[in-house]
């Protein structure tokens, strides 16, 4: 059975450029079993950034891993390398938006959130993301670097096998301050259904934010919440016949 944020846009090459038109991937796998994490974020070069942030957690000993030294994991361990991630159009488009003063939306960035409860029940979540578009570069080392909440185990996604899961989409910059899939998993221990986690989670933290998340408790009762826009997910399980995407209209902050 599994869980998926659903957007407009595809995530991987292509896909959303920073201010110099370079399409860079962040990802974020996480054990639900061991509590293990694997990541990478702003990574170049290399496509598949799940399998990357796999190899994160199974090869090395570390979370997560930025920018070239993650391409160079992933090119040490066999994955194909040197890879231009941008398209012509992503280029096109930062020359001509990436100037402009910067404003998040439902339009402006991409990311896939995903949990999985196999057959014994073990409970495991990813993310993809080529974060928002038009941030600031990190090509050049003496530069700053931007990445989201993708590859933060707790914002963007979490996992208990014990209790459940939940993934997440929306303004990384906000959302890695609050751990929102952290609070919803949380709340899930602490015997909350799914639908109240979620909405705890999002309605509580901050009073101009867009974002939405799901929650999945380790029955598969699923629910979601969001604020700021209407937010999808997707249920698959073997006793489907097809996807189910479910549409949540956001609710009203407290803050």
Not at 167 to 174: E, K, N, T, V
Not at 217 to 236: E, T
Request: net charge negative.
């Amino acid at each position: 059975m599994f869980y998926k944020c659903l957007f407009l846009r595809t995530v991987g090459p292509g896909g959303s450029p920073d201010e110099n038109g370079e399409t860079t991937i962040d990802a974020m796998v996480m054990n639900g079993v061991t509590m293990e994490v694997g990541a990478v974020a702003a990574m170049r070069y290399v496509s598949d950034g799940i399998k990357t942030a796999r190899l994160v957690m199974q090869h090395t000993e570390h979370t997560l891993l930025v920018g070239e030294q993650a391409s160079r994991l992933a090119i040490y361990m066999g994955l194909p390398g040197h890879t231009n991630l941008s398209s012509e159009e992503s280029i096109v488009a930062s020359q001509i938006f990436g100037k402009m003063s910067y404003h998040f939306g439902l339009h402006n960035h991409d990311t896939i959130a995903m949990a999985v409860i196999d057959k014994k029940r073990l409970i495991a979540v990813g993310t993809s993301t080529n974060g928002a578009t038009f941030k600031i570069p990190g090509s050049n080392p003496t530069l700053p670097m931007h990445f989201g909440d993708g590859p933060i185990a707790g914002s963007s996604a979490y996992a208990d096998t014990d209790v459940g899961a939940c993934g997440a989409s929306g303004d990384g910059d906000i959302m890695m301050r609050f751990l929102p899939c952290y609070q919803v998993v949380e709340s899930l221990r602490l015997g909350m259904e799914p639908k109240l986690a979620a909405e705890d989670a999002i309605a509580r933290k901050y009073p101009d934010f867009v974002g939405g998340v799901f929650a999945v408790d380790k029955n598969g009762i699923h629910a979601g919440a969001c604020h700021g826009w209407i937010f999808q997910y997707s249920v698959r399980s073997p006793d489907m016949a097809d996807v189910v995407v479910y549409t949540i209209n956001p609710v009203k902050s407290t803050a």
